[in-house]
Nanobody, 122 residues
Framework: QVQLVESGGGLVQPGGSLRLSCVVS????????MGWYRQAPGKQRELVANIRSDASDANRNYADSVKGRFTISRDNAKNTVYLRMNVLKPEDTAVYYCNARPPAILSGAEYWGQGTQVTVSS
């Protein structure tokens, strides 16, 4: 059974940094996309960043609102995906969810973590 467990959220002042971690247990094919989504109160869940198994820069995608501030990375040996968040803004406040899904051209199960709260406030 696949489980995604996030950690690293918390309260931070504007301009601060946090690093989220997502540990994957169980078997996920290496070609799966790993990603981070977020959902703020009253808003739809949105993609923040995702990364393919080949973690080169060309295979990372970011929402325009976080480009240049957030960095996604993955350590396949540790079955862990990270989201480094710098220069945090109040509008980054949300519950952040880890996600694993197959590429669009392939079928397969999609997995979600339980979420971790990030609050940016002075």
């Amino acid at each position: 059974q696949v489980q995604l467990v996030e950690s690293g959220g918390g309260l931070v002042q504007p301009g601060g940094s946090l690093r989220l971690s997502c540990v994957v247990s169980g078997s996920i094919p290496p070609f799966y996309f790993m990603g981070w989504y977020r959902q703020a109160p009253g808003k739809q869940r949105e993609l923040v960043a995702n990364i393919r198994s080949d973690a080169s820069d060309a295979n990372r995608n970011y929402a325009d609102s976080v480009k240049g501030r957030f960095t996604i990375s993955r350590d396949n040996a540790k079955n862990t995906v990270y989201l480094r968040m710098n220069v945090l803004k109040p509008e980054d406040t949300a519950v952040y969810y880890c996600n694993a899904r197959p590429p669009a051209i392939l079928s397969g199960a999609e997995y979600w973590g339980q979420g971790t709260q990030v609050t940016v406030s002075s």
